[in-house]
């Protein structure tokens, strides 16, 4: 089983929709979670944070279930700019060095 | 625009070159990364430097020698490369590359070095 897994996608949704991922990880001792996106041929870049008590950022909701070892991401009022893939990444647990390691990605296709 | 540099941002070389990439961050991080990005697949860590020291290597092959000549800058030394090397490779940075009591540390990328093995 991989550590951190996502549906690929693609998700295609008409703009002003709102859309969900999930993501799953294994390991139960894994403290840290983010989101990243990444537009193509471009590099990923931080999204937000994951909070236990769930956390919202404008039209973005991310939330985590620690019992059932998933992060989701809603977001609302889709745009045509939220086209891009969307990377899970988890802090490995029980290490004391910052491995991060990312899930494969959702694609999201918003459509005009 | 990103504050990690990367450069070049494209590379073609042949399996008997020897080139290297190079990163730079001034944010003051005292943690540096390498990872490896295969097309419609997630980066893959490679390794990291905390506070100047080696503290991950991902089982990397020796063709790949990474340096830190200091907290600022980051060097990937290719050498004897295969085709299937071929890559975006991403270098990243934080804060101190070291856990906490509250938890991991986000990470900034640079765009990346495109590269090509023939």
């Known amino acids: 089983r991989k550590e951190v897994e996502q549906d690929p996608g693609p998700f295609n949704v008409p703009e002003g929709a709102t859309v969900a991922f999930n993501c799953t990880y294994s390991n139960s001792a894994s403290q840290s979670f983010f989101w990243y996106r990444q537009d193509c041929r471009k590099e990923p870049k931080l999204l937000m944070s994951?909070?236990?008590s769930g956390n919202e950022d404008g039209r973005f909701t991310a939330q985590l279930n620690r019992a059932s070892q998933y992060i989701s991401l809603l977001i609302r009022d889709s745009k045509l700019s939220d086209s891009a893939t969307y990377l899970c990444v988890v802090k490995e647990g029980g290490g004391a060095t910052n491995k991060l390691i990312f899930g494969t990605g959702t694609l999201l296709a918003v459509q005009p | 625009d990103t504050e990690v540099t990367q450069t070049p941002k494209h590379l073609v070389m042949g399996m008997t070159n020897k080139k290297s990439l190079k990163c730079e961050q001034h944010m003051g991080h005292r943690a540096m990364y390498w990872y490896k990005q295969k097309a419609k697949k997630p980066p893959e860590l490679m390794f990291v430097y905390s506070y100047e020291k080696l503290s991950i290597n991902e089982s990397v092959p020796s063709r790949f020698s990474p340096e830190c000549p200091n907290s600022s800058l980051l060097n990937l030394h290719l050498h004897a490369l295969q085709p299937e090397d071929s890559a975006l490779y991403l270098c990243a940075s934080s804060r101190t590359g070291k856990a906490s009591n509250t938890g991991g540390e986000k990470l900034f990328f640079g765009s990346g070095t495109q590269l090509s093995v023939l």
């Open positions: 994951v909070y236990s």
